[in-house]
């Protein structure tokens, strides 16, 4: 598997913009209170990051989990006590179907294979909630390796292989893109 490149670890050891105590770490936590009704069962956080999310998803009731690459923010995880993974979304350490949801949350354009991430979301889970950024010109940050430029881009991933529960196009801090679909 193409691996990132170190200077995405680099970022990613660094305060990023999806830490907690950022916009973007709200942000997130803000989109699993907006879309609680949808989490069912046991969650994977894929792209947990420092796990902020993932403390309001446990909050909330929730069995989680999480996974990422990026290993310093793991470590923060692990202080807060949440179990985290470190694995790429395109090949993940679990079972079929041991999940009963995906919460992904600015992780797909992050990809160089979204498709195959998307194929691993159905294979782990009956249900996936993704987000993802529409961005119609060049990406607007180096590590999104696989920049959406429409919703359409997004929906062709899960053709076929999915009844569509919520899709919406919304702008919070920048232009998003959610669909929330249960795998067949």
Known sequence: MKKMPKDYQEIQ?????????????????????????????????????DGYAME??????????????????LKIAKEHRLKVHFAYQEKMPFTD????????????????????????????????????PIEPTAPSRPVHVSPFNSEEDLLKLFKDRREILLKESRYNIEREYIVIVEFK
């Open 13 to 49: 050891a660094k305060k990023s913009s999806t830490s907690r105590g950022t916009q973007w770490g709200t942000r997130a936590r803000e989109s699993v209170f907006q879309y609680l009704g949808y989490f069912k069962g046991k969650i994977l956080e894929v792209g947990c990051n």
């Open 56 to 73: 309001y998803i446990q909050e909330k009731g929730f069995e989680v989990e999480g996974v990422d690459i990026a290993r310093h923010k």
């Open 97 to 132: 179907k041991q999940f009963d949801t995906i919460f992904s949350s600015h992780t797909l354009e992050h990809s160089y294979d979204p498709k195959k991430a998307v194929n691993e979301y159905q294979r782990v889970a009956k249900r996936a909630i993704v987000i993802v």
